[in-house]
């Protein structure tokens, strides 16, 4: 990395989920407008070596970059807001800081040396937080923080930043977000919270240099003066993140308050834009302002949690935008799905999604799903295991396959149209072995997809150990449902349609995790395009 390299370090204090995820990419954005090159990392505290065997309840969606690595879903909103491409280096949690540290200790590596949290952890940690050995040169490198001020497992997170401030000098930077509550009954906001945190973080060595105050309600001039006065930090560096209507207008609220000049001027970084900034961002919000159409979108999943299909969500919400569409989400849980209950939960929806997953539990109530939606023509978009319950419900009622179903859910049938890959067949472990990251699908002439994309060979991320069981091919084919993306080098299926409906289209990987708010994903539009208004 450059001696030019600045480095930005959010922390977050008094409680949790209040959005530095969200402020990490906004800060990001807005360096690019100014003309920087920059990266996002996040740093764990928990001890698991990453969030792919994370329950979606514990942590909520796991985000795939291109090279493969599963990672906390804020690097989805790093990506969607930035457009940069994250990669495994961006992803640390304590558990692979460990790791590599008693790997080494085994090694030989610290000769004979008593292994300690410091330095040798807080080592490690600063050597990724310095990204030593990306061979990619950044003017900012920004590293979110996860977890909360105080925690036990975030202290060696801490020590590293700490110490790289020091090291470092005017090249980082702290930034701290806590929560300015309201009390209703007293009818005030309270500072409090957030001079307790600051005091905690200044406890720990560190002195933050801006604040961000996460609010419910507007700020008044008073409270930042108050709050610059007794957290030491200067009146012009701090600023409010109030509820917005939509997580896209934080970026412009954050340039509106001189965030970014205020970044700029302490790391002695100079300001590049003139009046532009945000200029394509903020014709994103004005399309969205302006949505006339709305539609009913039903999420057909088995996590009843908000966070478990984030990529999904924001891609139909962008994909709206550009559709000027304001996209309704109605969460259906399959696993309560029955017969009886299928015009309820899906006879006014405009289309529907068939969520990805792992596992028995909720899989016949999405079959179910895709039944109703194949004989009423509902346009419906399968992802990776909705694709495969696309796959299984089409066997069972148009194929004549009872009992068709998939190795992963049945050990015993007769019909695996959907089987377990070749290569996974003898893994142990579960851990980082499926087939992850990004794969080339050459799509059929002719075919729906081929003219969604515009092109003949695609790349797209996966997550998955099954696949579609290709000696089945022909009998689809027959009966309707085309095989009309193929990777060229396995021959894996990697998209079905029917093309006699008005859209069914079914992708064995992840396009949500390609779809930002300046590029939307092509099926993603095409997909809200021609859904049922």
């Known amino acids: 990395m450059s001696l030019e390299t600045s480095y930005i370090f959010v922390t977050g204090g008094v409680v949790s989920s209040l959005g530095k995820g969200i402020i990490s990419a906004s800060i990001g954005k807005l360096l690019q407008e100014h003309g920087y090159r920059i990266t996002i990392q996040k740093f764990d505290p928990y001890i698991n070596i990453d969030p792919g065997t994370l329950n979606p309840y514990e942590h909520g969606e796991c985000y795939v970059t291109m090279d493969g690595m599963e990672t906390d879903l804020d690097l989805g909103h790093y990506e969607r807001f930035t457009g940069i491409h994250t990669n495994r280096n961006n992803s640390v949690t304590t558990g692979k800081i460990y790791q590599t540290v008693i790997d080494k200790e085994r090694r030989g590596d610290y000769l004979g040396k008593t292994i300690q949290v410091v330095p040798h952890i807080t080592d490690e940690i600063k050597r990724r937080m310095l990204r030593v050995d990306d061979p990619e040169d950044y003017d900012f490198v920004i590293t979110e923080i996860g977890g909360t001020i105080g925690d036990i497992e975030s202290a060696p997170f801490m020590e590293a930043v700490r110490q790289l401030k020091w090291e470092l000098g005017n090249r980082a930077l702290s930034v701290h977000l806590t929560y300015v509550p309201y009390l209703k009954a007293a009818g005030e906001l309270k500072t409090k919270p957030t001079q307790h945190s600051v005091k905690e973080l200044q406890g720990m060595g560190i002195q933050p240099d801006i604040l961000i105050l996460r609010t419910e309600l507007h700020l008044e001039e008073s409270i930042l003066q108050k709050v610059a006065a007794f957290c030491n930090v200067s009146p012009d560096s701090v600023v409010q993140s109030e509820?917005?209507?939509?997580?896209?207008?934080?970026?412009?609220?954050?340039?509106?308050?001189?965030?970014?000049?205020?970044?700029?001027?302490?790391?002695g970084k100079e300001a590049k834009a003139g009046d532009g900034v945000l200029s394509k961002w903020k014709n994103v919000l004005a399309m969205q302002a302006a949505a006339t159409q709305e539609v009913t979108v039903a999420l057909v999943g088995k996590y009843d949690l908000q966070d478990a299909y984030k990529s999904i969500r924001e891609s139909l919400y962008i994909a709206g935008i550009y559709n000027k569409t304001k996209v309704h989400i109605k969460f259906v849980n399959s696993e309560w799905l029955t017969a009886d209950g299928l015009e309820e939960a899906l006879g006014t929806v405009g289309g529907m999604i068939i969520c990805p997953g792992f596992g028995q539990r909720g899989i016949e109530g999405k079959i179910l799903a895709v039944q109703y939606a194949r004989e009423h023509d509902i346009p419906t978009f399968g992802i990776c295991l909705g694709m495969q319950m696309m796959v299984i419900e089409f066997a069972r009622n148009v194929l004549g396959l009872s009992d068709a179903?998939?190795?992963?859910?049945?050990?015993?049938?007769?019909?695996?149209?959907?089987?377990?890959?070749?290569?996974?067949?003898?893994?142990?472990?579960?851990?980082?072995?499926?087939?992850?990251?990004?794969?080339?699908?050459?799509?059929?002439?002719?075919s729906r997809v081929r003219a969604i994309y515009g092109k003949e060979i695609v790349e797209e991320r996966h997550r998955h150990r099954y696949e579609f069981n290709s000696e089945y091919t022909e009998a689809y084919e027959q009966a309707g449902m085309q095989c009309v993306g193929h990777n060229p080098e396995s021959h894996l299926t990697e998209i079905v349609e029917i093309p006699t409906l008005r859209w069914f289209i079914g992708t064995q990987f992840h396009p949500e995790y390609s779809s930002t708010v300046q590029k939307p994903h092509p099926l993603f539009l095409d997909f809200i395009k021609n859904l049922k208004k």
């Open 243 to 267: 509820d917005l209507p939509s997580i896209y207008e934080v970026p412009v609220n954050m340039h509106r308050q001189g965030l970014d000049l205020a970044i700029l001027r302490k790391l």
């Open 405 to 446: 179903d998939s190795r992963e859910m049945s050990a015993t049938t007769q019909h695996n149209v959907i089987d377990i890959m070749a290569d996974q067949k003898n893994l142990t472990r579960m851990g980082g072995t499926m087939r992850l990251g990004a794969y080339a699908c050459r799509l059929k002439p002719d």
